[in-house]
């Protein structure tokens, strides 16, 4: 059924953006912003104003989640995109589950060695900066497959707030102008032309995107076609071959995104529901639960000594090997089944010690036989009908490749860094492939990206995902941990402190100031190499909890300028 959205901004009114409740649960956990029946948490409150209006109005998660994403291109170009891909995995109010892949992919005349030089040696910032390092977008294309399956809004509805921003403009909040204050000097450096965000920006200046509207506009009016044809392809194509890249008509006309299998398993009493290949994020946390769910982890305190070398090991072995084994599931073979099994994690955890850390150089991958970023934003949406949508999307690194098409009014990703440029050499995370990961012509770049839900006694209880390039896998885990081990709120699990190892670097990287020198002593003196002075943050979680009374609890990072909002 079609509805007519007869007046977003009558509405807006009444859409609730509150601060954290002052309620409590019976257990004494704080709460964080509470909605009855609906409600998104996304990077920016404009956004996720506009995804709740959408719902007020009587679309569901998915047509929120459209509308959401579009407005983040406008509202956080540093990493909204139209330019760029994402994974978005789904449970509808009957249960069904699954996942669509709207990742980038190779140009077609990408080659494996492209980003090595005449001696085999990787050519520094190739992969990561200007228009070699564009992969073919993919945002698009997935909005529309979500439409198509899902969608009860007209998209030409979906997509006017993202439109009506774009030209109206958007107040520059303080973390978005010293963001786009430090990343300037490479908006110069990479185009031709000066952009329109190439300026010193203040807190509550406004930046309108008239190109950006323009290209909306096509999209309204021609469809998808209006950003893989016509004057849009033409505008992204020239620009990116003048600047040197490599993307053709043809590769877009060509993208198309994938409805995937999600990877399902289970943890104790929870359901977990997680993004598949070219994504590592559910294969990778299905490891690292499984590696854990034998020990009783509440009992060992939350961000305890233990509690945090069971989780280290865990992540080591499944890091060593996302790294070996996954690449593009339509280009090479992952021994999925083997990989998630209990037996085999378990066997990988066989020489865990309380004693002292195992050193990543005595792990590899472990060995199967005959088998069968970091900016990126997520969003958490759940609609009154009971559906719900965990989307994580991306342009790789701050503002992507930083290739502005500024005919368009768009950031292009530079995605391409995902790829194992060379086998054994990090990219731009830290992470090292190997084969199943080298480039080939259409091929997807491995991903961390791992948008997320979990059902407990199989009903709806928590949505979630983040940011952070490989820190993803393991924000994502802990956020879950935080709530069902630990007893915190969303909110507060959301809040907490954490902490991230992935085998190599060998190195455990603690959030600054998150814990205590006593505890970082402690993992010192059993071999553990603790990163803290050059630590960051880890992950922008963006989650939604499903109370024991129905009600929604949000739980927007406050490591960016995140919001709830529902009703
Ligand atoms: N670009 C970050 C990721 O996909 O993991």
Redesign the pocket.
């Known amino acids: 059924m079609k509805k007519l959205i007869l007046s977003l901004s009558i509405v807006f009114l009444f859409i609730q953006c509150k601060e954290n409740s002052t309620e409590k649960t019976p257990n004494n956990k704080n709460l964080g912003f509470l909605a009855d029946s609906a409600m998104v948490v996304s990077a920016r409150e404009e956004a996720s104003k506009i995804g709740a209006i959408i719902m007020q109005n009587g679309g569901n998660a998915f047509d929120a989640m459209i509308a959401t994403d579009l407005a983040l291109t406008v509202v956080y170009p540093f990493a909204g995109n139209i330019g760029g891909g994402g ?1 978005m995995v789904y449970r509808t109010n009957d249960g069904k589950t699954g996942a669509l892949d709207y ?1 980038e992919k190779a140009p077609l005349a990408a080659s494996k060695d492209m980003y090595l030089d005449e001696n085999g040696n990787i050519i520094e910032g190739k992969s990561t900066l200007g228009a070699m390092a564009v992969g073919v977008p993919g945002t698009i294309d997935g909005l529309f497959k979500v439409h198509e399956k899902f969608g009860t809004i007209p998209f030409s509805e979906l997509i006017q707030p993202a439109i009506d921003l774009a030209n109206k403009g958007v107040v520059v909040t303080k973390k978005q102008a010293e963001r786009l204050n430090k990343y300037r000097h490479f908006f110069t450096e990479v185009n031709n032309h000066q952009i329109v965000l190439d300026e010193e920006w203040k807190e509550g200046d406004t930046i309108k995107y008239p190109n950006l509207a323009k290209t909306f506009e096509r999209i309204k009016t021609q469809g998808r076609d209006g950003f893989y044809k016509g004057e849009t392809a033409e505008i992204l194509v020239n620009y990116v071959q003048k600047l040197g890249g490599i993307i053709t008509k043809e590769d877009l006309e060509n993208y198309k995104s994938q409805w995937r299998n999600p990877i399902v398993f289970t943890y104790k009493s929870l359901k977990i529901i997680s993004m598949s290949p070219p ?3 559910g294969i990778c946390n299905a490891q690292i639960f499984k590696a854990i769910e034998s020990y009783d982890i509440a009992s060992l305190g939350h961000n305890s000594v233990e509690a945090i070398q069971l989780i280290t090991e865990a992540e080591r072995r499944a890091y060593a090997d996302r790294s070996y084994y996954l690449g593009d599931p339509d280009f090479v073979k992952i021994p999925i089944d083997t990989l998630i099994s209990s037996d085999y994690v378990q066997e990988r955890m066989k020489d865990f010690s309380w004693d002292k850390a195992t050193l990543s150089s005595s792990i590899s991958h472990g060995n199967i036989v005959g088998y069968e ?4 934003t997520h969003y958490s949406i759940v609609d009154s009908y009971g559906n719900a949508v965990s989307v ?1 999307t ?4 701050a503002y992507g490749s930083k290739v502005y098409v500024s005919e368009g009014g768009f950031f292009l ?1 530079n ?1 391409m ?2 790829f194992s440029s060379k086998p054994g050499e990090p990219n731009m ?1 830290g ?1 090292i492939g190997a084969e199943a990961n080298s480039i080939q012509p259409e091929k997807r ?5 791992t948008p997320t839900i979990v059902e407990k006694n199989n009903k709806l209880f928590m949505t979630v995902g983040s ?4 820190t ?1 896998i393991t924000s994502v885990m802990q956020t879950i941990l935080n709530v069902y081990e630990f007893d915190l709120g969303m909110q507060e699990a959301v809040d907490a402190p954490r902490f991230h190892h992935q085998w190599l670097p060998d190195v455990v990287t603690f959030e600054p100031k998150g814990f205590d020198s006593i505890l970082v002593q402690k993992l010192q003196k059993k071999g553990y190499k603790i990163n803290q002075e050059n630590s960051r943050i880890l992950g922008k979680v963006d989650a939604i909890l499903v109370l024991p009374n129905g009600k929604l609890e949000g739980g927007a990072d406050y490591r960016g300028d995140d919001k709830a909002v529902g009703f």
Request: net charge negative.
């Open positions: 994974f990742r994504s590592s994020g970023s970091d900016e990126t994580t991306t342009l790789n690194g990703n995605e860094d995902d995370f992470l770049m491995l991903s961390s990206m940011p952070g390039g490989s993803i």
